[in-house]
């Protein structure tokens, strides 16, 4: 039989269009019996297309599916898109072209480029978000979180620019200017937005990391953005006023030392503490304060700022009064939007206390020497300058100081998090608009779930800074509407929903994708969720991993599913760079999948990108490397041509078909249990690594048998599963590989290597034995004792001891 040569390009359209033909990749969802859910993330899709940090996370994910499907689950390995959002908008803006026509030419390049990688893909339940019978349920979704109080409006500040007279986004703040006014600064306005109450949620999000099968860097850090601490309220008594300003602490061991406050200047009572002499400054300092954003706000290495407002309080401890300032390094969203300032132990404090002279009194020496001086001394170690509870351990006095002052009514422990609300209101057009009515008898009401979806309407001037606000407003045929309640006349939310909903439960949708009735079918959700694989990048970490995970908790206390943790294992893979740089647009250096595909064929693409590094770790791109795996790949065709009979003109010596020597078959066994071993634990490139060492073994062995050439064939597929198709049909076998069950290895055979080792009784020579190198006690004393020498020598003896040198020998020492 003549077989022809390795020719990526004719191989992979074939058994493309072969899976295609026979739905190989489309798992009878309600019937199969074994259910294996592989996902990876939601791509966006560009109009750059397929970036090869794309291709990397979804090899990566493919590989566990195609290995599952191997071991024999019906494994379901969906796809789509992504494709509301921010950065389709703006580039839709660049580019001056309604989003509406670009979404669907960037989606179209994207299956043909998901395609050519050859990923095991089900492209009969494919989902993308900006069809209306998907976000139809991300509406329907906010109204179940409204109807369960899990969605609240509230007032929260965005940037707006005076001139634009509209929001604009964060992105679009240029050092606190406008990007479009470079002479205007931006001011933070509040606007009544739409909030999603994940802070009910936060001690459960935080228990459940205890359990979830999940990279470690992902879950600490989710624990870090939760940011759960231990501390107290404490009330401080303002001098004149009856009234008292609350502080929320984690170091209420450090109370001595507040020897002032500050005030974030958005706190309600900056300006009824500001002296009337002060109250020209304050203002002025508050309005500037406005114009910064969060994250400047609290950079560590920016000069500390402030204006004391001519106000004291008066410490609980001390019962000395203390100034009060205000100053932008406290923010009103954290805590109580007021702190006590102990400058000799936190590090902020410290920097403002030296640039405004304000007393530094330590309150905690180190058990090990003094505290180092021109520096806060944040650590623990025991109590001084602190009265009543000097000479004792910081760490007791946390929660003794607090319970003192409870008994006098003038604290209270709290546990604090750092999670906050999630924000769901953006100012923008390209999205899925609110499901809310606002009518001016009945207030606010939802859409009635019949009336869903809210259609977003196409509009020609869908720019988020045209003059009249937000674009959702300006067009008055949606804006407009009437009530469902009372009739009258009515207007409809002006915002659309953050991108993030929409990918927070995509993974819900793709089993039942297409149904019209409902969000999910609960017999196909119970049958395939949770998701029993999830691999992405970690830059998703806190947001999108948080979201789902809020979700479902929701959806489960809601009676809508079964289960509160929507991922049963994620891995989070590592970062591409090309040639020891970032890859970026700027640089120049973008892989497109595009031409290495071309010029080398998507099996070695995929194999190279998996051999770069340990998966989890990331890897160099070198165009240098590529060009290895592609003879890997040309070589395992030509054995299988040279071996069937088809190869002809090889110059090698090449082996007959015919029972396979044991020290082949050693390699052989060895190699299924790693390249198992391995695909579970993410070791692509070791992988990758022993099937080169294989492939090197069986082509200088003197003969195959055909458990070696299927199993070579079945170990590649994950890796390269064009060419595993071409090598299994070349062998004769019908239908496709991945109908075929990874092979199972003989333990016996996969016994590293064996060692010789001497027995002796009673210090005399009386034979030997092979055991596997570095065996234990009782496996060579076993051996030993199965010998017939040793046995004879021991027989009617009491062993009284064995002295056993690993690899040497084994000495009984016996009594008669
Ligand atoms: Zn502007
Ligand atoms: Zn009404």
Request: hydrophobic residues 40%.
């Amino acid at each position: 039989m003549a077989f022809e040569a390795y020719d990526p390009q004719r191989i992979e359209k074939k058994w493309q269009a072969c899976w295609e033909r026979e739905k190989t990749n489309e798992p009878d969802l309600a019937r199969a019996p074994n259910p294996f859910y592989t996902l990876m993330m939601f791509p966006y899709p560009s109009a750059e297309g397929l970036h090869v940090g794309n291709v990397y996370a979804f090899t990566g994910a493919d590989l566990q599916g195609r290995y599952h499907r191997l071991l024999g689950h019906d494994v379901f390995e969906p796809i789509g898109f992504d494709a509301f959002g921010i950065h389709s908008e703006n580039y839709a803006l660049r580019i001056n072209t309604h989003p509406s026509k670009l979404i669907p030419r960037n989606v179209a390049n994207f299956r043909r480029q998901l395609r050519m990688m050859g990923l095991m893909l089900d492209w009969s339940h494919e989902v993308l978000t900006t069809d209306p019978g998907y976000y139809k349920w991300t509406q329907w979704i906010f109204l179940q979180l409204y109807k369960h109080d899990l969605a609240y409006r509230r007032q929260a500040p965005v940037n707006w620019c005076p001139q634009c007279h509209t929001v604009i986004a964060n992105e679009q703040v240029i050092a606190g200017m406008c990007e479009r006014h470079p002479d205007t600064p931006v001011e933070r306005r509040n606007l009544e937005q739409w909030f999603f109450r994940i802070t009910a949620y936060a001690q459960r999000l935080l228990d459940n990391l205890e359990w979830i099968d999940w990279s470690a860097v992902t879950k600490t850090a989710q624990r870090n953005w939760i940011g759960r601490s231990e501390g107290a309220d404490i009330d401080f008594a303002l001098e004149g006023r009856a009234d008292k300003l609350r502080v929320y602490t984690t170091r209420p061991d450090t109370l001595f030392g507040a020897t002032y406050m500050v005030i974030a200047p958005e706190h309600p009572l900056v300006m009824e503490l500001t002296a009337p002499e002060k109250r020209a400054e304050v203002a002025a300092y508050v309005a500037a304060a406005r114009r910064m954003r969060d994250v400047e706000r609290i950079d560590e290495a920016r000069e500390k700022s402030g204006v004391a407002l001519g106000a004291r309080a008066i410490n609980p401890v001390t019962g000395l009064p203390i100034p009060i300032w205000v100053s932008d390094y406290v923010l009103i969203e954290y805590g109580t939007g007021a702190i006590m300032a102990v400058p000799a132990h936190d590090e902020r404090d410290y920097a403002f206390a030296t640039k405004f002279a304000l007393p530094i009194i330590p309150v905690i020496a180190p058990e090990d020497g003094p505290a180092p001086a021109g520096e806060a001394y944040p650590g623990e170690g025991h109590m001084v300058n602190s009265g009543p509870y000097d000479g004792l351990p910081s760490r007791e006095c946390l929660k003794r100081i607090t319970a003192d002052l409870e008994s006098r009514g003038v604290a209270k422990a709290r546990v604090q998090y750092r999670l906050r609300d999630w924000c769901i209101s953006r100012q923008r057009y390209w999205g899925p608009p609110i499901p809310m009515i606002y009518c001016e008898r009945c207030g606010i009401v939802p859409v009635p779930e019949n009336e869903l979806p809210v259609l977003l309407p196409e509009l020609e001037d869908f720019r988020p800074d045209s003059p009249g606000g937000k674009p959702l407003e300006r067009e008055k045929s949606f804006h407009e509407t009437t009530c469902p309640q009372c009739g009258g006349p009515a207007h409809r939310d002006g915002d659309v929903s953050d991108n993030f909903l929409d990918s927070a439960w995509y993974f819900l949708r793709y089993p039942s994708a297409g149904n019209a009735r409902q969000p999910w079918d609960p017999q196909l959700t119970h049958k395939w969720l949770p998701v029993d694989m999830y691999v992405g990048g970690n830059e998703h970490a806190v947001l999108h991993l948080m979201y789902t995970r809020f979700l479902c908790m929701a959806f489960k206390d809601m009676g809508l599913i079964e289960f509160e943790e929507p991922f049963k294992k994620f891995r989070a893979h590592g970062l591409l760079i090309k040639e020891g740089a970032k890859m970026s647009k700027t640089h120049g250096n973008v892989i497109n999948p595009d031409e290495y595909v071309e010029r080398y064929g998507a099996d070695t693409l995929r194999m190279y990108l998996l051999f770069l590094g340990p998966y989890t770790e990331g890897g160099d791109f070198r165009d240098s490397g590529i060009v290895g795996l592609r003879r890997f790949l040309e070589r395992a065709h030509r054995l299988y041509m040279d071996v069937l009979g088809g190869g002809g003109n090889s110059r090698e010596e090449v082996p007959r078909r015919g029972e396979l020597a044991r020290p082949n078959a050693v390699k052989l066994h060895q190699t299924i249990r790693k390249v198992g071993d391995d695909l579970r634990a993410f070791g692509y490139n070791t992988a990758i690594a022993a099937l080169m060492e294989l492939q090197n073994d069986l082509r200088a062995a003197p003969a195959l048998d055909d458990f070696a050439l299927d199993s070579f064939a079945i170990l590649l597929a994950p890796f390269a599963p064009h060419e595993a198709e071409e090598l299994w049909e070349m062998l004769g076998h019908e239908g496709s590989v991945f109908a075929a069950r990874w092979p199972a290895f003989d333990p016996a055979l996969t016994i590293e290597d064996q060692v010789e080792i001497a027995v002796q009784v009673m210090g005399k020579l009386r034979g030997t034995v092979l055991a596997a190198r570095d065996a234990g006690e009782g496996e060579v004393r076993a051996a030993a004792l199965a010998n017939e020498s040793v046995a004879r020598h021991l027989e009617g003896k009491h062993v009284v001891k064995v002295i056993h040198v690993p690899n040497r020998l084994v000495n009984f020492v016996v009594k008669p």
